[in-house]
């Protein structure tokens, strides 16, 4: 996994390690399933959640483990009273970064799949099984729910509206169809998460997304279902308004930085690739160390059944091949 901050590498390393001290041999022995929560106040809603979490899922033993993001409220000990494995972070960094921590924590745990899902149950833990099943099976490398295909609760027309332009821009940029950019039920092979540059504070759904299609990993989408949220508050699009409570506003500045996001991770994943037929050369010419540095979908495909850039059925089609090019630390 690359860095491009220094300063959230050292909160990583230093949570990373207090985590390994708080659970001894639990954190590098996890089972096969990660089922990674990122967590923000959500004292009421996390321990339901976890609660509701399947033990098994495809055969394959689970774990919760919830990255407590700086929060000023019971959220961890709620957790860790439900079942949770809990890394509480002491500063508050957002969404982005919170999983991207607990995607390290899960790979270098040894889980083999990673499932992401909210704190807020806003997700059916029933379909966990749906979307980690293509991964298991190797029919794709990462797989999300897809509330288009599925169903969800929400009257919000500005929200619906905005599912549909950002699935658009997404499927136009990458020339990948996708039909929900920003759903947040996932499954995915563990070593994908190490592979994809991922630096965004916050709104990572998009940056992992469009990483995932630009590094040539199959994707898939299966139909999902979102929920009401029923307890708390949404924490997304929080600007000097939020305490209005104005969905309008907070919908308007939500899109505004998710847009930011999607055009800038697209414009540094098209550089990336540009800069590949350049560097490719020098790593054929080079010795083999440079190349079994990284994990990507070429060197994943001689040991995960169905894994790398190749074509799938209708909601599991291929995305492009690209580079690595990586200029940042790697962990």
């Not at 972070?89 to 499932?115: D, F, M, S, T």
């Not at 169809?177 to 996932?186: E, I």
């Not at 800038?264 to 350049?278: F, N, V």
Request: aromatic share 6%.
């Amino acid at each position: 996994m690359t860095y491009s901050n220094p300063a959230d590498q050292a909160i990583d390393d230093a949570a990373v390690q207090a985590f390994a001290q708080n659970y001894g041999e639990r954190a590098t022995a996890l089972p096969p399933v990660a089922i990674v929560i990122a967590a923000y106040n959500e004292e009421g809603a996390v321990g339901p959640v976890i609660e509701a979490l399947p033990e098994t899922v495809c055969g394959l033993a689970t774990v919760a483990i919830v990255v407590a993001d700086g929060c000023a409220d019971s959220t961890a000990k709620e957790a860790a009273m439900a079942g949770a494995m809990v890394c509480d972070v002491p500063v508050n960094r957002g969404q982005g970064a919170a999983l991207r921590l607990g995607y390290r924590l899960a790979r270098e745990g040894g889980a083999a799949y990673i499932v992401t899902t909210d704190a807020d149950g806003q997700y059916n833990p029933a379909e966990i099984e749906r979307v980690l099943a293509p991964v298991v099976a190797g029919e794709a490398d990462f797989v999300t729910g897809s509330r288009r295909l599925g169903s969800q609760e929400t009257k919000d027309a500005v929200r619906r509206a905005g599912v549909l332009f950002f699935a658009f821009t997404i499927s136009v940029l990458t020339g990948q169809k996708v039909s929900d950019t920003t759903f947040g039920l996932r499954a995915m092979r563990a070593e994908v998460t190490g592979a994809v540059q991922l630096e965004q504070p916050q709104y990572q759904a998009s940056e992992l997304l469009i990483g995932v299609i630009t590094h040539g990993y199959k994707l898939a989408e299966v139909p999902a279902t979102i929920h009401r949220r029923r307890v708390g508050e949404s924490k997304k699009g929080q600007n000097p308004l939020y305490g209005l409570h104005l969905p309008g506003v907070n919908n308007f500045f939500y899109g505004l930085r998710f847009a930011r996001v999607v055009y800038g991770t697209w414009w540094r994943e098209h550089q990336r690739k540009g800069q590949a037929p350049r560097t490719e050369s020098a790593n054929k010419a080079g010795s083999s160390s440079s190349r079994s540095a990284r994990i990507g979908p070429v060197d994943s495909a001689a040991t995960t059944k169905g894994s790398g850039p190749a074509s799938a059925d209708a909601t599991a089609s291929s995305a492009a091949p690209g580079g690595a090019g990586d200029r940042a630390k790697r962990t």
